[in-house]
T-cell receptor
Framework: EDKVVQSPLSLVVHEGDTVTLNCSYE??????LLWYKQEKKAPTFLFML????IEKKSGRLSSILDKKELFSILNITATQTGDSAVYLC????????????FGQGTRLTINP | GAGVSQSPRYKVAKRGQDVALRCDPI?????LFWYQQALGQGPEFLTY????????KSGLPSDRFFAERPEGSVSTLKIQRTQQEDSAVYLC??????????????FGDGTRLSIL
């Protein structure tokens, strides 16, 4: 059975701290690993990782994929209250059709 | 439109009623997906359309769930004889091309369905 597991499930830190969110996956016909940020509405796309060991960066956020150990991390440096959200990771399966298999999400709270 | 649009934003129905949820994908997007997100969980795949063809419906939880996209644009997810466990947020996503590309799915805000 395809499975994506995120940890921690919940994290509370102070503004300015650095956080690391973890995602491990066991997914057949795996193509890519995606990260989304979900506030109260639509999940918004952050990163798509297809190759191992290549870091992707966007401002204070960065992410990397390890296809040998089957995990990915999402780093956020100098956190701000606006970073508070649920962060979802998902494995992209392509087998004829395609679908995303999501983890449970990490609820990140940034306190001022 | 600029993004994926879903309606209604909220839907309350009594157990046993039928409901219909609408998704307007980004204009020109070929692929369309439906996901179900229970409270405190990640989204779970329901079904996938490429244009008007429903290529994967393996995630639909029962035969009470039915989805269509007759003209390859707007899609409707219908749930018949609703039950309390159908309460969830139903998310729609679209993708510009067909499967296999390096493009992310873009999500709508979802419809929050509550069954009383």
């Amino acid at each position: 059975e395809d499975k994506v597991v995120q940890s921690p499930l919940s994290l509370v830190v102070h503004e300015g701290d650095t956080v690391t969110l973890n995602c491990s996956y066991e997914v057949t016909n795996f193509r890519s690993l995606l990260w989304y940020k979900q506030e109260k509405k639509a999940p918004t796309f952050l990163f798509m990782l297809t190759s191992s060991g290549i870091e992707k960066k966007s401002g204070r956020l960065s992410s990397i994929l390890d296809k040998k150990e089957l995990f990915s991390i999402l780093n956020i440096t100098a956190t701000q209250t606006g970073d508070s959200a649920v962060y979802l990771c998902a494995g992209l399966i392509i087998q004829g059709a395609q679908k995303l298999v999501f983890g449970q999400g990490t609820r990140l709270t940034i306190n001022p | 439109g600029a993004g994926v649009s879903q309606s209604p934003r909220y839907k309350v129905a009594k157990r046993g009623q039928d409901v219909a949820l609408r998704c307007d994908p980004i204009s020109g997007h070929v692929s369309l997906f439906w996901y179900q997100q229970a409270l405190g969980q990640g989204p779970e795949f329901l079904t996938y359309f490429q244009n008007e063809a429903q290529l994967d419906k393996s995630g639909l939880p029962s035969d009470r769930f039915f989805a269509e996209r007759p003209e390859g644009s707007v899609s409707t997810l219908k749930i018949q004889r609703t039950q309390q466990e159908d309460s969830a947020v139903y998310l729609c996503a679209s993708l510009r091309g067909r499967v296999g590309g390096n493009q992310p799915q873009h999500f709508g805000d979802g419809t929050r369905l509550s069954i009383l």
